[in-house]
C-alpha cells in the first residue's frame, strides 16, 4: 500500500537542493536623502488614548463608520472600477482613495505579525553577522488604530504607548514591536494632499506588475511623524503595492526605522500588507555603530476570526459526523486509548490552525509526508494510524509531534540546506511516535481547547522530558540508517554544525514554544551522535552549504495561511557573504495580480525525478 511512495525520494525537494539561495534582488534605493539617516519621524499625531483593544465588539458608537455592518458583511466587495485617469494629478487623487479604502476593507480584521530581527556585528570575512536576535509575534488589530496584542508573556507590552518608531533611547536599545508593522500603511489618518507632496518618479515593473513610482514627502509643518519615501502604484486599480521609506520629523530621542513593506493581491481589488523588511545601520570604515539591525515583519492570517470575548460563539460547534468505525461493537481498552489520542491530536491540530499558527493542510504537507513514509518504509514501521505533517506558521526553528501529527516550522523548513537534514529533523518526532511518547492525550478534553489565541502558548506545550528526548535522538539515527538518506548524513552533520556556530548569537531564533528546543544554551542537543559527521565547516568552501537563509523555501498565503514551496531560480554563491546561514534578509516577493499568480502546486515526485538537485 505503502510502497509505492518509497523511493522516490530525492528528487521530490528539487528546490531543496542547495542552491536555492535567495536571490538578493538588487534593492532600488531610490530614496529621497532623509535629512538624516537614522532619525525619522514618529507617527505621533495619533491622538488616541492606548485604547483597550480587547475583544471590542465592532458596532459600538464609537465608530465614525456609516455602516460598520455593511462594511463586515461584505468586506471583500470589489471596489467600482475606476475611470483611466488622464493626468499624474488623477492618479494621485485614485491612491489617495484606493488606500483609504483598503484601510476601511482591513479596519475589521486582526491578522497575525510576527517581527524576527537580528542585530549585527562587523566580521571581517563575513561582513555583518548576527550578534543576537530579537523574536515578537501577535496579533495586529487594523481598526481605528493600529495595534497588536502578543502571543508571548515575557515579551516587552510598553508598545501599548504610542511611541510608534524603535528606539527609545539612543544606548539602551529597546525594540517596540508595534514599530515594525507601522508601515502596512503610509498614513492611518492623513495620507492625502494636505499633509502629503507627490512627486511622479517613472515607471517600473515589480514581478508581472506595472507600476508607477512616485516620491511621496510631507508638506512643511505638517506635523511629525509623516511617511517620507517611494510608493508604487499598479497601473489598473492604482492601488499601493509597496512603501519603502521612514518617518519623518523624529520626536527627540527617538527613531523611526527604515522600511521596505510590500502587498500582495491576494483578494479581488485590494493589496494587502504582507512583509515589511527593516534596516539600520552602516557599516562603511569609520562610522562608529551604536546599533544596527534587520528584520522581518510578516503578517498572515487576516482571514482568521476575530480573537476575544465576541468570539465565543464560534467555538461551539455542531459536528454532524456519523460514526464511522467498521464494528458496531464497543471499543476494546486499546481501541479506546487510540481513539482518544486520536481526538486530543485532531483537538489541538484544529485549534493550532484556528489560532493563525498552523498552515491548513497543503503542498508543503506533501513533501514532508513523502520523506515521513521514505523512513518509515525502510524501517518497516507500521503504525495504527498513519502519520501526519503540517508546518508551523512561524519562524523559530522548532518540530514537535502530538498524537500521529508532526509539526515543523517554517522556519525551520526555509534553513534546512537539503533533504537528508529535514529527513533527520523529521525522524526525531517519527521516533517519539514510534516509542509511543504521547503527551496530548489531556487534549482531549474539549475544555482545554477555550482559550483566546493570544494564550495559545501559555495552554498548549509538548516538551518532552530529556530522558524521551535521548530515545528519539537514539531511534532517529537508527531510522536514518536504515533509510535512503544514510549516505547524506554529512550533511546533517554540516547542519548541526554550522547551528551550533551560531545557537549563542541566536536565542531568541533558538526558542521553541510548543515543542523541545534544538539548542539550549547556546549548545546544540538535537541529535548530537550526528554531529561530528562529515567534513568541517569552511565559510571559503563556496559548495559548501552548511544552511540557508530564512524565508528561501515556504511561502505563505497571508490571506488564508495557506504554505507552498516557494520557486526560485538558483543563484550562484560567489563569496562566503552570500551563504547567509540562518540570516534575514530582504523581501523580494514576485508580485501577480489576482488569479494570474497561483502558482502551480509543487511537483509530483515522479516529474520532479528527472532533475534531482539534491545533495552536494
Ligand atoms: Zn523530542
Sequence with gaps: MRT???????ALLASMSAAAQQAAGSQPSAQPPAPDATQTAQPSQQPAPATDQQAQPAQPATTPAAQPAA?????????????????????????????????????TRTPVVETYLQNLTADPQLGPVPSGDHYFLGRMDMGETVDRKDYLKEQDTSMQARLMGGFAKLYKVQYQPLGFSWMVYADRTDFDREHYDFRYARREFLGDVRCLVFDVTPKPKSGRGRFLGRIWVEDQGFNIVRLNGTYYPAPRNSYFFHMDSWRLNLIPGYWVPSFIYSEEGDFSAGVKNKMAFKAQTRIWGYDLKKGGKDDELTQIRVDSVTDESPTAQDASPLQAERVWQQQAEDNVVERLTNAGLLAPEGDVDRILQTVVNNLEVTNNIDLPRPVRTRVLLTSPLETFSVGNTIVISRGLVDVLPDEASLAAVLSHELAHIVLGHNLGSKFAFNDRMLFNDDSTYQNLGFKHIPEEEQ??????????????????LDNVGLFLKALQLRAGSLSALLTTHLGNPLAENGTVNRLTALATQGPALDNSKLDQIAAL?????????PWDDKAEMVKTAPVAITSARDKMPFEVTPFFPRLARYGTGVAAPVAAPTTAAANSGSGN
Design 71 to 107: 462594511a463586515q458583511a461584505a468586506p471583500l466587495a470589489q471596489p467600482a472600477p475606476a475611470p483611466a485617469p488622464t493626468t499624474m494629478d488623477q492618479v494621485v487623487n485614485l491612491f489617495i482613495e484606493r488606500e483609504h479604502g483598503l484601510i476601511k476593507v482591513l479596519s
Design 471 to 488: 530515545a528519539a535522538d537514539k531511534k532517529a539515527v537508527e531510522l536514518l540508517k536504515n533509510s535512503p538518506y544514510a549516505q547524506k
Design 4 to 10: 509505492w511512495k518509497a523511493i522516490l525520494t530525492a
Design 549 to 557: 537563509p530564512l524565508g528561501g523555501r515556504v511561502k505563505v498565503n
